[in-house]
């Protein structure tokens, strides 16, 4: 079984919304901070943002500040991401994963990911 789940992925035009999910799956595993990824075709996979178990601090991609927002609920280990004015370049698959080493910035417990689409 996959760590975690990710859904809210889906088709809108440019200027939409979309909240993404990313549900465990399972028991829960540790990490330092939860982060969203996406990754477009022909690109790499880019880290979009993250958010701390310790203490919620936050880290966004220059390409989405402002326009997502990234948060967790510690009641059910659950985390967000809220995008907001969309573009057709964040079209891609979203993923969402556990980070394992703070310091190198690794991560692992890897979801199957979530389909975004934005036309224009």
């Known amino acids: 079984q996959v760590p975690v789940v990710e859904s809210g992925g889906g088709l809108v035009q440019a200027g939409g919304s979309l909240r993404l999910s990313c549900a465990p799956s399972?028991?829960?595993?540790?990490?330092?901070?939860m982060g969203w990824f996406r990754q477009a075709p022909g690109k790499e996979r880019e880290l979009v943002a993250a958010i701390s178990r310790k203490d919620g601090t936050t880290y966004y991609g220059d390409s989405v500040k402002r326009r997502f927002t990234i948060s967790r609920d510690k009641a059910n280990n659950t985390a967000y991401l809220q995008m907001n004015d969309l573009k057709p370049e964040d079209t891609a698959v979203y993923y969402c994963?556990?980070?394992?080493?703070?310091?190198?910035?690794?991560?692992?417990?890897w979801g199957q990911g979530t389909q975004v689409t934005v036309s224009s």
């Open positions: 994963a556990g980070e394992i080493n703070p310091y190198t910035r690794e991560y692992a417990y």
């Open positions: 399972g028991r829960d595993f540790v990490s330092y901070a």
